[in-house]
């Protein structure tokens, strides 16, 4: 009988505690559901910047692929007013050679090599002129220091030919 009662108050001791854990998960419930509410908010604003990021990156990167498409003729002429430059410094910035090759003419764009993976630069470069005369000039620039290093001017010329 002793065991009987014993069973008995344990019972009712466990509908006594199960009742306190159903208030505390009732509680918790609700606390999580709120958070899951905040969250949710959250990633749907995340996702509106998302698609306004995207929709600028395709609105910029479409008219910049427009400007860079080039026809055979547009990409011969613009390699005939452009030298290859060698041995150039890594931190060596388009500002720069812009510098060192003003004397020869008028630069119109300076476009240094970058390795893919790292985002560092690969030691060479290319400087387009806005004149033949300019690119003509600037070959006489080889041997010539830049940032303490003996760079190597000469004419650029195009993989698919060679």
Do not use: W
Not at 67 to 74: H, K
Request: aromatic content about 4%; glycine content about 6%.
């Amino acid at each position: 009988m002793a065991d009987e009662e014993q069973l008995k108050l344990d019972d009712e001791e466990l509908i006594s505690n199960s009742g306190l854990s159903e208030t505390i998960d009732e509680h918790d419930l609700s606390s999580i559901e709120a958070q899951m509410a905040e969250l949710e908010e959250e990633q749907k604003k995340l996702k509106q910047i998302q698609s306004d990021l995207q929709g600028t990156m395709n609105m910029s990167s479409g008219s910049q692929s427009n400007l860079s498409v080039q026809s055979a003729e547009e990409k011969a002429e613009s390699d005939s007013k452009s030298v290859y430059v060698g041995n150039v410094d890594y931190a060596t910035t388009a500002e720069d050679l812009e510098r060192h090759f003003h004397g020869c003419g008028s630069v119109h764009r300076v476009t240094i090599l970058c390795d893919k993976f790292t985002g560092h630069p690969k030691g060479f470069a290319y400087v387009e002129f806005a004149e033949k005369e300019g690119m003509q000039n600037a070959l006489a620039m080889t041997d010539s220091l830049l940032k303490g290093r003996q760079i190597k001017v000469c004419f650029k010329t195009n993989k698919a030919q060679n």
